[in-house]
């Protein structure tokens, strides 16, 4: 009896740790059971099974913490050294930390009627998207999908796509999304489609691409999956508000 009181707090830890990683990351709905009816011993079979292989995506954490040390750096120097490669480096830097206003203001200094390279024209269309300006994204990535139309592994062909459709240009992304769609097969490229399509009130074919997200689940490794999962969940969302 007094083994059983010294595990109980740890075993209450146990469980707070592993539902609130449950809540953080959303995995499959059935370890929410798992660890609310088997207690400690299911809250430390979700902790092995779910949240140690998360920890290799704590390389991201390391990488964002040497980004920032960089972008302290660039942007004292931007203000000695104004020049084109700083301030695309910055902009880079920027985007990938999810800044991008900062990053759009970095890629208009680094782009200049000499820049004749698709990376920040590109780079920049995907920053305009991020805040929502689609009819300034368009002429970005128009220039970097003429230069090779196979960009980014075909996203910018896709993020074209997506970008036509939220301006008004129903028919230029009609024909992009049908060319992407048969050449990527990013889950963002398949959610941009089903929402464009259910914006045209095209229900069916909608529920056929977020259903094709979800089946990629069945065949993907872990790692991947959890990689995967904001996509899951936005193509779960958009098969709720769908009519059936």
């Known amino acids: 009896m007094g083994f059983i009181s010294a595990l109980f707090p740890w075993g209450l830890i146990l469980q707070a740790l592993a539902l609130v990683h449950f809540i953080r990351r959303r995995p499959d709905t059935i370890w929410l059971w798992v660890i609310i009816f088997l207690g400690p011993i ?15 995506l704590l390389q991201h954490s390391f990488d964002a913490f040497g980004r920032r040390k960089r972008i302290g750096h660039l942007e004292g120097l931007v203000l000695e050294n104004p020049s084109v490669g700083n301030y695309e480096e910055l902009a880079d830097l920027y985007l990938d930390e999810g800044k991008y ?37 368009v002429p970005d990535l128009e220039y970097a999908t003429s230069r090779d139309v196979r960009y980014d592994s075909h996203r910018a062909i896709a993020l074209l796509a997506h970008a036509y459709a939220n301006s008004g240009q129903v028919e230029k992304a009609d024909v992009l999304f049908q060319q992407a769609t048969q050449i990527s097969s990013l889950s963002e490229t398949y959610f941009n489609y089903a929402t464009f399509l259910a914006s045209q ?7 056929q691409w977020a259903q ?17 999962r904001p996509w899951f969940r936005k193509a779960s969302a958009l098969l709720k508000r769908l009519p059936a």
Do not use: N
Not at 112 to 121: C, N, V
Not at 201 to 207: F, K, L, S
Not at 220 to 225: E, G, I, N, S, T
């Open 42 to 56: 299911g809250a430390l079979v979700y902790l092995f099974m779910e949240v140690i292989p998360d920890l290799g």
């Open 101 to 137: 206003a900062r990053a759009r203001e970095c890629y208009d200094k680094a782009i200049s009627s000499r820049t004749d390279h698709a990376d920040p024209f590109y780079r920049r269309g995907v920053a305009k998207i991020h805040l929502g300006d689609f009819a300034a994204a």
């Open 201 to 207: 009130d095209r229900h069916a074919e909608a529920r």
């Open 212 to 228: 094709r997200i979800l089946a990629k689940k069945a065949t993907m490794p872990r790692y991947l999956q959890r990689l995967e």
